[in-house]
Structure formats: structure tokens, C-alpha cells
């Protein structure tokens, strides 16, 4: 238990979207946004603004943009703010990354890339290592775990990175990623963490996971959308990604191509601001976060136990999300009904709960769910009790 309850009219005033009365059960695709973050975007659109530098008032503005926003991210993550890269998004990210990492490798190395994990941790990956001869191994799970020993059993010698997610965005499964991290480096190998779907809902901690990069998308933890990659400005300094001739050689800035979305990058920096700021309190940033995010674990798992024990009730429903570490997230079918009819019933009742393979669709497949998925309750910062009762009345209805 933590001391300081949280407030969820608080949080959910300053969100503008719920006005409009829907059940956002749909933040594993990307949260709503609280207006904090939208007037942080709209105040560094319309103050005066160029391109980094320190010759102007405006090119100074937008470097301290650039530094801020490197640090609340650093404050998040538990990171270095010399080693936060950002980007479009994850996946371009980790393309980007993929193929400077492949310059190094050599026709016979391997790559490990996982069941569990969303296509963005996997397909990079794979055609990177197909380009240079490199062999992809697969660490399959053992139905919604992945086991430390599914990732051991094919790592080698030759292993040179394991790409792993620290959350799956389809069944919520967090495997034990440092542990991971600890057989991967055993190994002699580089560890990728795909934290997109862990970063909303954990207090991360980059070096207690073991990850060596480490991508999240802030557009997820109620930010705009961009992606973000940190990692040892050291390990940086060793990559060398292809760039332009008279763009920046220093770390990060190398991995940055072209010039970065400034006004984001103050919503960013604005969106770890009010995560920091959930439970409110003084002191450092990061502290800060650790215990407005521990406050923010047990409303979310409340919630979800609420959802869970309320479609359990319902006759013919099937929960798939039930892996013994996991996030708020719950996947379902419920028999008789195609994933993507109970998706438009529930849209009907203004309960917006999607039904895919979400991207993770090695995973769906493993699973046994096919192209069609399931159907994905994710609960957010602003997700409310009689949210999660509108979502188990309207699938009760659809069964009858
Ligand atoms: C677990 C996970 N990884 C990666 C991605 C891709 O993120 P982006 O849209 O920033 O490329 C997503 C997006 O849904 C995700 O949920």
C-alpha cells in the first residue's frame, strides 16, 4: 500500500477528451492526452522559436527545449540524459538502430528475437540480421510466459543481441527482464528492451533491467507522439549510424535525423511532469515519479481486478492476459462473437475497446488467436470504476 491515495477526479479533470463521456479502454494504442501537455505544445509552437542554437533568444529557447526534454526523460527512465535519442517513433527508432548495429555484425553471428514481442522488436531485427548473413533464433513463450530459459536455450556464442519486450502490448506479460538481461550479457551479447508498453505502467529503471537500449514511446504515457531510445552515451559513442555530412557527429544528436519536433519534445517533458506530479509532492523529479507511479500501479491493478472478476462473470468469456507478472492490460474473446463484433458493440455503447492482433501478431498467432486477436482492455491513469462497469455491462448485453 502506499500512503497517499490517489485522485482520480483530480487526474481525470485535466483530461479534455473525457468530456466526451467514452470509456477509453484504448491507451495500449496511445493514452489521451491531459491538457498540461497540450498547452506545453501549443506554447512552444507559438513563443518564438529556431533551430537549436546560442547565438538568438529563439535558438536558445529551443535548446532548452532539447535539454529538457532529455532530462525528464533521463528522470523517467532512470537514465543517462546523454544518452536519450529521440525520434518519430519506436519503430523507426529501432529500425534506425537495427541497421547501425548490423554494420558490425558478421554472416553466421545470431540474433534473438522473441514470440511475445510487438512486430517493432521483431521484423527490425530479423531484416537487419538477413542483410548481413546474421541467423535469427526465436525464444518462443510457454503459453503467456517467456520463461528466462525460452531466451537461453538459444542464445550462443555467436549471439550478438536479444531483442525482448519488458511488456506485451497483446496479454501484458512482463518477463523477468533482468534476469534476461543477465543470461543475454553471459552470452556476450547487446539486450534491446522494448519498454512501449511497460514505461506507462512501471517505475522504470533502466540499469535495474539490465537493458543496454531501452525504447519507449511517450505518445503511450500520455505524451505526444514521438519516440524514445536511451541507452549509455558510451554504448552511443560506438555506433555509428549513417547521417548526413554536416549534421551533428556528437552523441545523441548523431541518431537524430533532421531536425527534431521541438513542440513534442515540450510535451514530453510536460507529460513526465504530470506523471511525476500524480500524487503531489516536493522534491527531485525522479522521486517524484517513484511515488506518484506507485500510487498509479495500485489504482491501475484495482481497476483491473474490478474488470477481470466482472468478465469472468459473463458467460462464455475467455481472458487471455494471465501471465503471474503482468500490466493493467487484459485481453478477451468471448465465444460465440467474432473479436472485432464485440469491438463495434462495445464502440456503440461508447466503450472504446479495439480487438486485433495489435502488431504483436507472432504472439497472437502463438497464441492461437489468428490475424483476429482479441479483444484489449487497457487501463490508464483515467480509467474509472464505472468505466470498467460500463465495459462488463455492455459485454454481458452481447451475450444476453
Ligand atoms: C509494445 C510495443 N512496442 C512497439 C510499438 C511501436 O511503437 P511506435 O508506434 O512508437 O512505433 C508499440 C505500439 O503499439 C507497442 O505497443
Not at 514470440?115 to 522488436?121: E, K, P, V
Not at 491493478?301 to 487471455?320: C, F, H, K, M, S
Not at 487484459?330 to 473479436?339: A, K, S
Not at 497472437?364 to 470498467?388: E, K, M, Q
Amino acid at each position: 500500500m502506499v500512503d497517499t491515495p490517489y485522485d482520480l477526479d483530480r487526474t481525470r479533470s485535466r483530461f479534455p477528451a473525457l468530456a466526451s463521456g467514452t470509456a477509453h479502454f484504448d491507451g495500449p494504442g496511445g493514452s489521451q492526452v491531459p491538457v498540461d501537455v497540450a498547452d506545453a505544445v501549443h506554447r512552444t509552437l507559438t513563443t518564438s522559436l529556431a533551430n537549436r542554437g546560442q547565438v538568438t533568444a529563439a535558438e536558445r529557447a529551443a535548446d532548452a527545449v532539447v535539454v529538457d526534454a532529455r532530462r525528464a526523460v533521463a528522470d523517467l527512465l532512470g537514465a543517462d540524459p546523454g544518452g536519450v535519442v529521440f525520434g518519430r517513433s519506436m519503430t523507426q527508432l529501432t529500425y534506425d538502430l537495427a541497421r547501425a548495429l548490423a554494420k558490425r555484425w558478421r554472416p553466421g553471428d545470431e540474433v534473438v528475437v522473441t514470440r511475445l514481442d510487438h512486430d517493432a522488436n521483431i521484423r527490425p531485427w530479423v531484416q537487419a540480421a538477413e542483410a548481413v548473413g546474421a541467423v535469427v533464433r526465436w525464444a518462443d513463450p510457454v503459453g503467456v510466459e517467456l520463461p528466462v530459459s525460452a531466451v537461453e536455450a538459444v542464445l550462443s556464442p555467436r549471439t550478438r543481441l536479444v531483442a525482448v519486450t519488458a511488456a506485451s502490448n497483446l496479454v501484458g506479460t512482463k518477463p523477468d527482464v533482468p534476469a534476461i538481461a543477465a543470461a543475454t550479457h553471459a552470452a556476450g551479447a547487446l539486450l534491446h528492451v522494448d519498454g512501449v508498453h511497460y514505461t506507462p505502467h512501471a517505475f522504470v529503471d533502466v540499469h535495474a533491467l539490465g537493458a543496454d537500449f531501452y525504447a519507449c514511446s511517450p505518445y503511450k504515457f500520455l505524451g505526444p507522439h514521438l519516440g524514445v531510445l536511451a541507452a549509455d552515451p558510451a554504448l552511443l559513442d560506438e555506433v555509428h549510424p549513417d547521417k548526413l555530412l554536416p549534421s551533428s557527429n556528437a552523441v545523441p544528436e548523431r541518431f537524430e535525423l533532421g531536425t527534431l519536433p521541438y513542440e513534442l519534445l515540450a510535451g514530453t517533458t510536460a507529460a513526465v511532469d504530470f506523471l511525476a506530479d500524480l500524487v503531489p509532492g516536493t522534491g527531485p523529479r525522479r522521486d517524484r515519479l517513484r511515488t506518484s507511479l506507485a500510487a498509479l500501479d495500485e489504482h491501475e491493478n484495482a481497476q483491473r481486478d474490478r474488470l477481470e472478476q466482472g468478465l469472468r462473470a459473463v458467460p462464455g468469456v475467455t481472458i487471455w492476459s494471465t501471465a503471474a507478472s503482468r500490466t493493467p492490460t487484459t485481453l478477451f474473446t468471448v465465444d460465440g462473437h467474432e473479436p472485432a463484433a464485440v469491438y463495434r458493440h462495445l464502440a456503440g455503447a461508447g466503450v472504446n475497446a479495439p480487438a486485433s492482433h495489435f502488431y504483436a501478431v507472432e504472439c497472437a498467432r502463438f497464441l492461437g488467436l489468428g490475424d483476429a486477436g482479441a479483444v484489449r482492455a487497457g487501463i490508464a491513469p483515467y480509467t474509472s470504476p464505472s468505466d470498467v462497469d460500463r465495459l462488463v455491462a455492455g459485454v454481458a448485453a452481447l451475450v444476453g
